[in-house]
RNA sequence: GGGGACGUGGCGGAAUGGUAGACGCAGCGGCCUUAAAAGCCGCAGCCGCAAGGCGUGUGGGUUCGAGUCCCACCGUCCCUACCA
């Protein structure tokens, strides 16, 4: 009896399924498709954790697919454009062009090992040029429909590093990277009109009914459709250049009545016209310093400015209100100005009160009286009759809404409008290692795109990253070029297309990564969408996003026949570990964290103690945390493949939490998942060999191991139908614990053939999870052919079923006894046992039974006093 | 400020409104061993010798029956944020 050797055992099965080809996907496979995809990985050169649960994540569902009978398309790339690679080009001087080549050969190992069926035929990144090139295309294509343009935007501009930063790039007002206090720039822009699809994108949340609740939440918020009132304020007397007045955008025109300003943005074009005021200046000036960081507004206070302007009241032409500059108003939402209504607005009654701007409430709480109610400190914002508002009084707000929209839009002053949160998406980058915008600027042609037979337009090889700034801008030679039009000298564009636009229709190109267009039609009718995607829930409102629309604008560029990438949509969670920091004497040192490789554990006194293990200094337990670098708290995948196994390590991540919470990594719990391995092979290999017995119900040890293994086949296809792994991990562990009770007996008895049929069943049950037992128990038992292959177990409908049920007895909710009986007895015949059971008829004494409910197969409760 | 999710043993977690705590981790006892490790067999929510009682954050409600549904509160986590 040998023990399981995963080390030897492993590489073998991969190697099999290498050399059969096993999971290379055919167009023409007849069979029901099903796609399933992981959101494809940056190539840091290093596989994580997060990476082994979510490729083991899908690889389960994609090997029950395929038991199933599916032809399942289960494809792998490299989202391998981005910052980290100048980042090194800059620290290291390397290029990132062999970087990011060098650091998917150095990945694509590790997900190899992985064992996940994946077809690598497909392999892509999104730095080929074969990949760029046709996104070039279709850009140009959403270019000429008007989806693409040009406009001056501001920007997060950072000095040092001279480059333009994300917002996310952007901490405390300062550049992640150079730590250079960020600045406001106007920069010509590249923008994807996002904004057109608005409404669609919102709609189509309601077809996605596989995705979580939680993301299509997320993604309504983050477009963010309100519906309102664009009003024109008159001025009083007009300063130059506004003559028509100020537009203003309100989603409360009810509270026309309780207006007592108007407030601008400080970029809004009224307060820059006013710039030559020195008050104005300097306030504007004051404003710009703040900064839009997080924190700074959180605590920012309101600063307001009087600009001595006023404008008239649209229903009564007697009443003028002040025109304010506000650091609160934005300018890129709505029109950049707004109507105060301090009374029905925090925002509002706040700046009223810091200004004293006169606060009148018009609307009414239904408990409150007109005479009575005040505003104090606190605006209120919820229903009630309008008052104080002439020929709105007494409506309800709704109606107020509508009937002030009418009034306003037959004046001539204004329209009903419906406004969006979502701005169109920035698309350019003043980066060297992105996908280059095809298009060359010219001096009397202005943005020409690039002409097809040119493309693609191939970054050049040679550029240095001594200086910052961005390559492309400074290159001797490559943005020179004739103006494909005229053919005059010409520049070409310098700017590269944010990495989002690369991840936003790879799921296409997978259905035929060589296509001489961006997407094969045929090919992606065939396999789009993605019936399942799973990754992480960070990409909520980014990725998940971008890629709905970029598959709309597709579709309607005729390119696509789905308007919708994912059907169904997974958000795993996190892997965490604990982590482990130096105790420290001084409170404002910085924390020393220590890697959980150097650390030991014992239990002194109950108490669980981490100490380093070359010195034995006793260490500060952490907090349990998402494994990071700057933490110290990783555990990589390789070394953990290396001790406890490919297969185990696959089964913790499965087994431990529900997929969509986060996993704490324990090295007990790996060593655990070990031990399934280790005592499922056990089971096999103390089988006898050779071919099994016949089936024998009489024999009822041997019928009740049949029973547990046809209950066995249905929950756990579904736990992988239902995401819920874990759960079904745990049927398995439960089963081989039933099935050790029943000893390999000698040969030819009922036992053993059960026993056959339980690891043969066995066997392809625990296929997606441990593939590489699975073949190993496979061959034990004698099949021919790989479980790859093998046919998903049928349960046999009278053996799942008990035909014997015990059904627990309640006296008023408590339970008392039980009784056994046949599954479908009636009520009446179950009441009497019930009644009869001497252990209920003990708690019944004394009391008198006043109702007894029987649930068929399933429970009876006595109600008695 | 707005929105959402979640609170179950020492820990991770099970449980279509129907026997709460499956399964795993850690723990305890035993077997095996010269010994240890590994492995195997058992025990194990809390209080109690037991009978029994109490138990799913707290307080109410609906129901024959609530971890599950409803209301309020407390706590934790996540997202979002001067969005007019």
Known sequence: MARYNPKETEPRWRKAWADADVFRTADNDPRPKYYILEMFPYPSGRMHMGHVRNYTMGDVVARYKRAQGHAVLHPMGWDAFG??????AMERGVHPKGWTYDNIAAMREPFKVLGTSIDWSREFATCDPEYYGQQQR??????????????????????????VLANEQVIDGRGWRSDAIVEKRKLTQWFLRITDYADDLIEGLQTLDRWPDKVRLMQENWIGRSQGLRLTWKFDTAP?????????????????YGASFLAIAPDHPLAERLSSDPRVADFLKECR????????????????????????????????????????VLMDYGTGAIFGCPAHDQRDLDFARKYALPVKPVVLPGDAHPATFMIGSEAYVGPGKIFNSDFMDGMTVEQAKAAAVTRVEAQGQGKGAVVYRLRDWGVSRQRYWGCPIPIVHCQSCGPVPVPDDQLPVVLPDDVTFDIPGNPLLRHPT???VQCPS????AQRETDTLDTFVDSSWYFARFANPHAKEPIDKAAADKWLGVDQYIGGVEHAVLHLLYARFITRALKDEGMLSVAEPFTGLFTQGMVTHETYK???????SKDEWIEPACVDF??????RVARVKATGEVLVIGDIEKMSKSKKNVVAPEGIFDTYGVDAARLFVMSDSPPERDVEWTNAGVEGAGRFVHRVWAEFDAQAEGPAPALDDSDAAALELRRATHKLIGPVGDSIERFRFNSGVAKLYEFLNILKAYPAAGAGSAVQAARAEALEVLARLINPFTPHLAEACWERLGKTGMVVDAEWPKADAALASDNEVTLPVQINGKRRGEVIVAKGTASADVEALALADASVSVHLAGLTVRKVIVVQDRIINIVAN
């Open 478 to 480: 490559w943005k020179n």
């Open 240 to 256: 130059e250049g506004f003559e028509n007045g100020l537009e203003v955008y309100t989603t409360r025109p009810d509270t026309l």
């Open 138 to 163: 279709w850009f140009l294509k959403l270019l000429k429909r008007g989806l693409a343009y040009r406009r001056e935007a501001t920007v997060n501009w950072d000095p040092v590093d001279m480059t």
């Open 486 to 489: 005229c053919g005059a000298d």
């Open 602 to 607: 014992t239990t002194e006194a109950g108490v």
């Open 83 to 88: 910052m980290p690679a100048e980042n090194a």
């Open 289 to 328: 310093k703040g900064g839009a960081s997080e924190a700074e507004i959180e605590g920012g206070e309101k600063l307001g400015l009087d600009t001595g302007l006023s404008v008239v009241h649209p229903f009564d032409p007697t009443w003028k209100l002040p025109v304010w500059i506000a650091n609160f």
């Open 582 to 588: 130096a105790a420290k004497n001084d409170p404002d």
